[in-house]
C-alpha cells in the first residue's frame, strides 16, 4: 500500500459513512492523520478523530476548525440530496440544499485555507457529481447544487493558484451508499427503483464508495502536484458513453 500521505492531515467532511467514510479509510491507510466532520460519529471511529460539524451554519464550521492545528488536505464530501423536477420543491427545499452542498465547502474552504497555505502539499478536493454534466431526471435542485460546486471548483482552483492550493473534483455516478439506500427505500418499488439506477450507467451497476474514495485520494496525493482544476469522473461511463440499446 502506498505511503504518499505520510506525516500528512486530512479533513473530510460527512466522514460518517458512504463516500466519506471510504475516503477516511484510504487516507489513513495510507499515512494520513485524519480529522472527520460529520453530525454524528457514524462508523469513523478508529478511522478518523470525530469532530461534531454541521457545514450548513457558521459558527459550528468554524468551532470544529478551531480544533484542527494543522492541515495539508480539504475533502469536502458532505452534502445532501433532492427529488423532483423544477417545480417539485419547495423555496425552502432550495435554499437547505445550496446551504449544505454550496455554501457548506464555501464554508469549510474559508476555514481550512489559512492553515492550507502552511503546507507543502496542500489540496482541497469537492465532492460533485455527474449531476453537474449530464441531465439527470428527477434531480433538478440536487443538479444545480452539484453544478454550482463544479464551477466552484474551477473558480478556487484559479483563485488560489499563487498559495499553491490545488483544487479539484471528483464526479461519482450514482454510488451504492447508505445515502443512495435510503433514497431506494422510499420508493414505491426500490428493487426496481435499483434496477433502473443501475441501468442507467453504462457499465451496468452503481459506483462503489470505495471507487469513489480512490478517486479523491488521486487528486489529493502530493504525488500529483500538477493536477488542479480538474473534474474526475468516477461514472461508470454515465456521461461519455452511449451504448446501443
Request: proline content about 4%; charged content about 15%; some cysteine.
Amino acid at each position: 500500500m502506498s505511503a504518499e500521505f505520510q506525516g500528512l492531515t486530512a479533513a473530510v467532511t460527512g466522514a460518517g459513512s458512504g463516500i466519506g467514510l471510504a475516503t477516511a479509510k484510504l487516507l489513513k491507510e495510507r499515512g494520513a492523520t485524519v480529522y472527520g466532520l460529520d453530525l454524528n460519529e457514524g462508523a469513523m471511529a478508529g478511522t478518523a478523530t470525530w469532530i461534531q460539524c454541521d457545514v450548513g451554519d457558521d459558527a459550528s464550521v468554524a468551532a470544529a476548525f478551531s480544533k484542527i492545528p494543522t492541515l495539508d488536505i480539504m475533502i469536502n464530501n458532505a452534502a445532501i440530496s433532492a427529488v423532483g423536477d423544477v417545480t417539485a420543491n419547495a423555496s425552502e427545499d432550495w435554499l437547505k440544499v445550496l446551504n449544505v452542498n454550496v455554501l457548506g465547502i464555501v464554508r469549510t474552504s474559508k476555514s481550512a485555507i489559512p492553515l492550507l497555505e502552511k503546507s507543502k502539499h496542500a489540496a482541497i478536493v469537492n465532492t460533485c457529481s455527474v449531476a453537474a454534466t449530464a441531465g439527470i431526471p428527477k434531480r433538478a435542485l440536487y443538479s444545480a447544487s452539484k453544478g454550482a460546486v463544479l464551477s466552484l471548483t474551477q473558480a478556487m482552483a484559479n483563485d488560489h493558484l499563487a498559495q499553491n492550493i490545488r483544487v479539484n473534483c471528483v464526479n461519482p455516478g450514482t454510488a451504492d451508499t447508505p445515502w443512495v439506500q435510503r433514497l431506494l427505500a422510499q420508493a414505491a418499488d426500490p428493487a426496481a427503483e435499483r434496477a433502473a439506477l443501475e441501468a442507467r450507467q453504462p457499465m451496468g451497476r452503481l459506483v462503489s464508495a470505495e471507487e469513489v474514495a480512490s478517486a479523491i485520494c488521486y487528486l489529493a496525493s502530493p504525488l500529483q502536484g500538477s493536477t488542479t482544476g480538474t473534474a474526475l469522473a468516477v461514472d461508470g461511463g454515465m456521461q461519455a458513453l452511449r451504448i446501443p440499446k
